[in-house]
């Protein structure tokens, strides 16, 4: 199943919220390992633009794209799951 798209191919509802905290956790590390929005995509076969949005939580990384941004910066892809509002103990 795709990701929930509205007006114009905007990600919607939690696909968005999604979106939004992978992208931020995409822009920390790039920073990090001092890698531009351009070196990063060169290193994973895409483009300044795709790497801007998915920053930008205007685009839903898949899991093989976290994987090559993982391996690129040197870094392991790991996957959490924590408690949040409503958490069956």
Do not use: Y
Request: glycine share 12%.
């Amino acid at each position: 199943m795709g990701a929930e798209r509205g007006v114009a191919g905007s990600i919607t509802g939690a696909d968005a919220q999604t979106a939004s905290v992978a992208g931020d956790a995409i822009a920390r590390l790039r920073t990090a390992v001092r890698l531009t929005q351009s070196e990063l995509g060169s290193l994973i076969g895409t483009d300044q633009a795709n790497i801007a949005r998915l920053e930008t939580g205007r685009s839903l990384a898949t899991s093989r794209t976290l994987e090559r941004i993982a391996e690129a910066t040197g870094h392991e892809l790991a996957i959490d799951f924590r408690p949040g509002l409503g958490a069956k103990e």
